[in-house]
């Protein structure tokens, strides 16, 4: 895989990099799942290989866990390691309070139950995720696939008294089957386009019965690292409330991109 990255994935890349950079020695680290995620995957085997950094890797989902076992992180379960030093993991949207979509990949309910047992929850993402009100991404719920029709039911609705502009949902389908997570439920994808008050959609959809888990992670983020195409990186803290702009240069980056993939 040593061909040229797209600018998507140049940003995706810059930003995984970075982050790979906050992991230090001996922590317990939350690692997310998508293609963002993946490439903070790679990034860490690769400061393990060059520097010999050891931590162990708490995985979002099967496609994580089997791409840190492949590279060599030590994987244990969430219950092996209780708290998390840091999570790192990608996201569908983020504005401007570091609340996010996230669930793209169908994996939200171990991305939040992982990010909410650690100390610090980061995202990476390319710029094109950060928007100014959520929503435009479809907004994935998780359901048990007992009854999935009438929680459908219920959640349009609820989002008939919601502060949202559409009531449409999907169900997620994998092929001519409906999507399966790693907790054996289904996704279905809420077609809301602007979502007015986040915090309390995030509440109302989960006393729906049959729902598990929505999308929305609301003060869960600690901090947001965005990376660009040409591999500036931009990393906003929600606590100090700094933005840090850093230059990474991406032949660089391209040339690691290179041994990784080699
Ligand atoms: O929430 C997720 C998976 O459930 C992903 O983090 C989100 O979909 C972003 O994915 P990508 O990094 O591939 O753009």
Redesign the pocket.
Known sequence: MTGELSPIDRA?FVAAKQAAGFVEDGMKVGL??????AWLVRCLAERMEEEGIRFRGVPTSTRTADLARELGIEVISLDEAKWLDLTI????EFDKDLNLI???????LQ?KIVATASDQMVVIADAAKEVQTLGNFPLPIEVIPFGWQTSQSLVEETLVSMDVMGRKSTLRMNGAKPFVTDEGNHILDLHLGRIGNARQLALVLNQIPGVVEN?LFIDICDRVVIGFADGKVETRDINAGTVTTDQMLFEESDNLFKDLGD
Not at 32 to 37: I, L
Not at 89 to 92: E, F, S
Not at 102 to 108: D, I, N, P, S, T
């Open positions: 995706k997310g799942t998508g293609s963002t995620a993991d990608g996201a569908d996230k669930g793209g990949g169908g994996a939200l991305e999308g």
